[in-house]
């Protein structure tokens, strides 16, 4: 057996938190007769990713050089005791605060010149977060360590996770998978556990680089694909991926099985509880995804993979997209709906107006709706107003913010007539009007736009109409 365990966030809050999971790392390993080949994934100690988000801009803001240094101190305090509660081995634990120093100082470094410049690139920002991995890891390795087994803790890259230079979001190069592979198939032939740090890379040149927020999901299924393991297991502080926001729907559900495909459109669309590109590297090798609850250790969380008959639903989970905006734009009278289109789309990307949730086009009024997150409203209307210079392209346009995206999931909805049918007319029952509607091409996902007051009773409605969570 072939595993690839994952933890992040709470799980490694604390040096008591660390010592939990190495128990449970340690117990995986020794409970079956059969041999057990172990990779760790960790993500950085509970918040100190947002913590050096926070502070990577704020000491490139303000310029102030003691407290860089006050900030420096914290931290390495901070890592410095979760090691010293965590790793009982008097030796191992010099070898690790050894380790958090250097690393501290190379930091220490690196915002002190960001401090001096005044200017923080995409790529020093990746820099500065990624020791939040680098740091967590020889903490965790430390703690098997002392426990007596024998881990080896290695960064993103050294372990070949290779990617391009989009900093904060970088993508895997496509002949990655072969180095990663040789990499860790010795260190598993040796009898080792690796502790991998997740979320962090580096480009061919050996800069670092970071796979988005959440990234070490998807640290573990990269490197589960490459070296072909049984399963993936993403250990979380949730029950599993559930039918609906549990906060916001009356009898939200874990769902048990749920397949690739609706697992990524769950992603995608709002539901927070994977990385969106974690789940494609496993869904090639057919590899499946465990998500598992850490305050239930034995229950099965939910199984992401090949789905079995009997649990396959035409409509399977609802999410919401809270803050969102919807923007109607009208073309110019003499122009084709795609030259407009074609120029909306490339002056939104200028603007890196990323987040786009969804599409819909009136062709005989040449309008376009667009929605996207409310963080990117302000670049998208200076945008559009900008394509006005020296030609008229738009005619008119407005924008909403008191709106909210909804989706409808569910891979049987190919093949079921009447879904989209049956969502609208919970809607219509609740007295609930639609502002967009949308149905992706792959048919696993009905998404529509509604007024921000009637969102939770929108999805309580259809959550109740489809049964969701109650069948199983
Ligand atoms: N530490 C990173 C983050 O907070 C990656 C992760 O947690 O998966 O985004
Ligand atoms: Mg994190």
Redesign the pocket.
Known sequence: MRLVIKF??GAVADGGKIKAVADLIRSGKEEEKERKEIVVVT??IFKV??ILHENAARVAKEGDVEKVKQFVDELKKKHEVVASEAIDNEYVLSVVTREIRERMGEMEKALMGISLLGELTTRSLDYIVSF??RLSAPILAGTLQSMGIDAVHLTGGKVGIITNEDYGNAQLAVDAEETIRARIMPLLGANKIPVIS??TGKTKKGIITTLG?????YTATIIGAAIDADEVWLWKETEGIMSADPKIIRDARKIPYISYAEAMELSYFGASVL?PRAIEPAMWKKIPIRVKNLFKPEDEGTLIGEEPEQTKRAAKAITLIENTSIINIAGAAVKSISDIAARIFSALAAESVEDIIMISQGSSERTISIVIDSAQLERAIYAIQSLNAGDTVIRDFTSNSNVCAMGVVGAEMAGTPGVAGEVFSALGKGGISVIMISQGSSEFNISFVVKKEDAYKAAQAIHDMFEMGMRY
């Open positions: 992040g966030g993500s950085a990713t947002d939040g991995e997740g979320y927020r959440g990234g070490s999901d990385h």
